[in-house]
């Protein structure tokens, strides 16, 4: 095959990795599941997809605070966001519930989020990572 797709949860994951690792082979892709592992090296050179970091210093910041805690790409930045919303509306003195309900777009840490008419839920434009030296990076950086 051109490429392998991957998707586990841990133990399993690392298992699949060191297996695929032993059978030489590296051609692998997944969504986000490479960043989940507890031995990332096993995935070197993988790609897959996740959230955008448009602000990659609100991960550095993140992992100085708690250095014990993986950082979740795909969902602490629209976590973080999440609040910084509901700020926002107590901030404007408008009642949150329609504050949200109204807002359209959000410029967050995971870049812009927008929202449909008539839709409850925000959209935003997801990024290419990579295992790099034994960590996920950002495929452009």
Same mark, same amino acid.
């Given at each position: 095959?051109?490429?392998?797709?991957?998707?586990?949860?841990?133990?399993?994951?690392?298992?699949?990795?060191?297996?695929?690792?032993? !059978?030489?082979?590296?051609?692998?892709?997944? =969504?986000? &599941?490479?960043?989940?592992?507890? /031995? $990332? #090296?096993?995935?070197?050179?993988?790609?897959?997809?996740?959230?955008?970091?448009?602000?990659?210093?609100?991960?550095?910041?993140?992992?100085?605070?708690?250095?014990?805690?993986?950082?979740?790409?795909?969902?602490?930045?629209? !976590?973080?966001?999440?609040?910084?919303?509901? =700020?926002? &509306?107590?901030?404007?003195?408008? /009642? $949150? #519930?329609?504050?949200?309900?109204?807002?359209?777009?959000?410029?967050?840490?995971?870049?812009?989020?927008?929202?449909?008419?008539?839709?409850?839920?925000?959209?935003?434009?997801?990024?290419?990572?990579?295992?790099?030296?034994?960590?996920?990076?950002?495929?452009?950086?």
């Amino acid at each position: 095959p051109d490429v392998y797709y991957v998707e586990a949860l841990e133990p399993g994951l690392d298992l699949l990795g060191q297996q695929l690792g032993d !059978a030489r082979i590296h051609n692998v892709s997944a =969504v986000v &599941a490479p960043s989940l592992s507890d /031995n $990332p #090296a096993l995935f070197e050179g993988a790609w897959y997809t996740d959230s955008n970091l448009t602000d990659i210093g609100f991960k550095r910041r993140f992992e100085e605070k708690y250095p014990d805690t993986r950082f979740a790409t795909h969902m602490m930045p629209y !976590a973080y966001d999440s609040v910084n919303m509901i =700020v926002s &509306a107590f901030e404007t003195g408008q /009642n $949150p #519930a329609v504050y949200l309900r109204n807002l359209r777009s959000y410029d967050g840490t995971a870049g812009p989020l927008t929202k449909a008419a008539a839709s409850g839920n925000f959209a935003s434009r997801p990024a290419v990572w990579t295992i790099a030296s034994g960590k996920p990076a950002l495929l452009n950086q």
